[in-house]
């Protein structure tokens, strides 16, 4: 868990997520960018680079100039319930799909940052960050048995090291491989 920016980003529950979502974001916006980070398990500054025309009714395109590595563009199906965030969302017909204040750029890191602090200040979660949602993406990608070269291409890993260093293992799982063992 992450303490005064140490450490890495905490991975939420499923009560946590839907705290958040329920009674945490205060409006359509602040649910869209964070779902956004939560079913694509993309960077906070990969969601907020993000344009309209990046988003179709299908598909959510992250594009080389603004991911991490500037290695290559990444393109995903939206998750139904994503689908219904951002159909709920109205962006005002902004360059960005998180334009700034005044209409002016893309929202800030910053910003982001202090919606999410907000957030979870309103439902009583500690640790989290931005970076949670890629975490928690990752780990429950991981946990639903998802190859790990699928869930590196959906994350844009270059290695499957630097993926793997993402992922969560809780001791629960640790117990039931080893009690999996019959020979």
């Known amino acids: 868990m992450k303490v ?44 907020l680079a993000l344009t309209p025309a990046d988003v179709s009714a299908t598909h959510l395109t992250l594009r080389k100039a603004t991911t991490k590595g500037k290695c290559k563009t990444r393109q995903m199906d939206i998750h139904p319930r994503l689908q219904a965030l951002l159909a709920r969302y109205d962006n005002g017909g902004k360059r960005f799909l998180f334009p700034g204040r005044h209409g002016r750029g893309a929202m ?31 780990t429950n990608l991981s946990n639903a048995g998802v190859p790990l070269r699928v869930i590196q291409e959906i994350s844009g890993h270059a290695s499957l090291a630097s993926l793997q260093r993402y992922l969560e293992v809780q001791p629960e799982q640790v117990k039931g491989a080893i009690a999996s063992l019959s020979f």
């Open 4 to 47: 005064q920016g140490h450490g890495q980003a905490k991975i939420l529950s499923a009560a946590e997520i839907a705290a958040l979502f329920e009674r945490g974001f205060e409006g359509d916006r602040d649910r869209a960018l964070f779902g956004v980070m939560l079913y694509c398990g993309c960077r906070v500054s990969e969601a």
């Open 108 to 138: 800030t890191r910053a910003a982001a940052d202090v919606i999410l602090k907000d957030a979870c200040e309103r439902v009583g979660i500690a640790g989290a960050s931005t970076h949670s949602f890629r975490r928690t993406c990752l």
